[in-house]
């Protein structure tokens, strides 16, 4: 069966410019996770999607960060006003989301390696 | 603030030796505390993982200790293979959601 997907798999882009990287869950998977991992750190925690419900946009750095979901499935993660510091693997992941709590397997993607230049 | 603080940064063991990375927590609300595993150029896949009310789980060679008290639980893999040579990200979750708090991960070499 497919996994999660990712695209693109690498992004290079200028200062200031505006990306968009898109996640394909798994199917049926009814949550979906963004996170961030820079060099050498672990991964940074970005939003959160559970079904029908609000999303949990608490681990966005800034407001330049954007995710939406559409029919509850695909998801795009925009970066607006890209700077250096953005620069890292986008991963996302997606879980069955049954349980509404902790202790469902997160199904991670490839990531996008984004360099802004 | 970092809530989840992982160690060593980097492990090099021999082949069939026991490699052990630590990890601690501050939130005593965290409920769910996965492993994953994550080769270069792939996405973490999660390995093994416990819940606090057992204070060890054992898959094949990959075993969990946890200390609710300390705050700390650790990965052990015994018989370690050039295969596992990968970086490890411990992780700790709360009962009301499924947000992943990682650590910073451990870069576990393992030669022949």
């Known amino acids: 069966g497919a996994g999660v997907s990712q695209s693109p798999s690498n992004k290079v882009t200028e200062k200031g410019k505006d990306v968009e990287l898109r996640c394909d869950p798994i199917?049926?998977?009814?949550?979906l996770y963004w996170y961030r991992q820079s060099l050498g750190q672990g991964l940074e925690f970005l939003i959160y999607?559970?079904?029908?419900?609000?999303?949990?946009k608490s681990g966005l750095p800034s407001d330049r960060f954007s995710a939406e979901r559409t029919g509850g499935s695909v998801s795009t993660l925009t970066i607006q006003r890209t700077q250096q510091e953005d620069s890292a693997v986008y991963l996302c992941?997606?879980?069955?989301?049954?349980?509404?709590?902790?202790?469902?397997?997160?199904?991670f993607g490839p990531g996008t390696r984004l360099l802004v230049l | 603030q970092q809530q989840v603080k992982q160690s060593p940064q980097s492990l090099i063991v021999q082949k069939g030796g026991i490699s052990i990375i630590n990890c601690a927590y501050e939130?005593?609300?965290?409920?769910?505390f996965p492993w994953y595993q994550q080769f270069p150029g792939k996405g973490p896949a999660l390995l093994i993982a416990?819940?606090?009310?057992?204070s060890e789980k054992k898959e094949g060679r990959f075993t969990i200790s946890f200390n609710k008290s300390a705050k700390q639980f650790s990965l052990h893999i015994m018989d370690s293979q050039p295969g596992d040579s990968a970086t490890y990200f411990c992780?700790?979750?709360?009962?009301?959601?499924?947000?992943?708090?990682f650590g910073t991960g451990t870069r576990l070499q393992v030669f022949p």
């Open positions: 199917s049926g998977h009814t949550a």
């Open positions: 992780a700790a979750s709360r009962l009301d959601t499924d947000k992943l708090i």
């Open positions: 939130n005593t609300a965290f409920d769910y």
């Open positions: 992941a997606s879980s069955r989301g049954l349980s509404g709590g902790a202790g469902e397997t997160q199904y």
């Open positions: 416990i819940r606090p009310d057992v």
């Open positions: 999607f559970q079904g029908n419900s609000a999303p949990d």
